[in-house]
């Protein structure tokens, strides 16, 4: 397992953020500022997403529903975190998730290995296949690509994190033998965790990932991630893996409340009340997790700072 996200034998759970990219709340001068704030609180790690735009008049609802308006502004994921890279030392710099299939698998791994180096060995690939058609057009990228498609490109990536010469043959991307550089620092290559939720996205993911990322949204419970989770490892030691080197990471929608709520979503409410449920997922193999400061937006950027400060010092206490 790569370094970046070795499993520790702490009992703590580790806490990042996602940066506010999207929106009209999202600026350089407010991605710096969470990205001071975030590793001066001792945050584990700062986190981007992915969207190339929003349809006026979408093909498909947003997961049931209207899109969201702050996806009409969008920083790109990679730029990003290398823009925060420079002003930082210590978290680790991810993506949550980067939609593969609209990039060529070339580009993105040099890509990936150039934050590793200039980041000093601190990048986590969180990948996606995607799912709208309005998203594909615009990349010029028919959908049917999905599923082989996007495992042939994580494979396809990870032979250009290897050894030099490269090179790769599938169906749908070849890379002739060539040298292609700059290499990951991390041994064994960047870690590539998926976004995965589907079970023939699990299946995939337990062939080629270093592990998953699942979202705790309203309706997610302890009981319903530790399903997911126990398919999972079930689905690694079929595929011949050991399921004790997979990582979960886990992405928080629920957000943080000055005030006490019952009923309250699994690790929403107050600090306190959050920090109640970490034990629990902790149990379960996640000793990672963050906040997505984009969703809800309506919470504002200062509060959410204080809220997760309170959060860090009752998991450090």
Not at 12 to 20: C, Q, T
Not at 45 to 65: A, I, Y
Not at 294 to 300: C, F, R, S, T
């Amino acid at each position: 397992m790569p370094s970046a996200i070795s499993r520790s034998d702490e009992s703590n759970v580790a806490v990042g953020i996602a940066l506010p990219q999207y929106g009209t709340v999202a600026s350089p001068k407010t991605i710096l500022r969470v990205t001071e704030e975030a590793e001066k609180m001792g945050l584990a790690s700062l986190w981007v997403s992915d969207r190339l735009l929003l349809p006026t008049r979408p093909k498909e609802t947003f997961d049931g529903d209207p899109w969201p308006e702050i996806f009409a502004t969008v920083y790109d994921p990679i730029e990003t975190l290398t823009f925060v890279a420079a002003r930082t030392r210590k978290v680790k710099l991810g993506t949550s998730v980067m939609s593969a299939l609209f990039q060529n698998p070339v580009t993105l791994a040099r890509r990936f290995a150039t934050l590793d180096r200039l980041s000093g060995g601190r990048a986590i690939a969180g990948l996606g296949q995607s799912d709208f058609r309005d998203e594909f057009q615009a990349a010029n990228v028919p959908i049917k690509r999905r599923g082989r498609g996007f495992e042939e490109f994580a494979r396809a990536m990870r032979a250009v994190w290897g050894p030099d010469p490269v090179s790769f043959t599938g169906d749908f991307y070849n890379i002739p033998e060539s040298r292609i550089g700059p290499k990951p620092v991390q041994s064994g290559g960047i870690p590539m965790l998926l976004g995965a939720f589907a079970p023939a996205s699990l299946e995939r993911a337990a062939r080629i990932a270093d592990g998953i990322m699942p979202a705790a949204g309203r309706s997610t419970t302890i009981e319903k991630l530790s399903q997911t989770i126990n398919n999972f490892r079930d689905m690694v030691r079929r595929a011949g893996r050991n399921p004790e080197e997979m990582k979960w990471i886990l992405r928080v929608h629920n957000p943080l409340e000055e005030k006490a709520t019952e009923p309250r979503a699994l690790l929403g409410g107050t600090p306190q009340q959050a920090a109640e449920d970490l034990p629990r997922v902790r149990e379960l193999g996640i000793d990672h997790v963050f906040y997505d400061m984009n969703h809800p937006a309506h919470v504002p950027i200062d509060t959410q700072l204080v809220l997760l400060r309170r959060l860090v010092r009752l998991t450090k206490a």
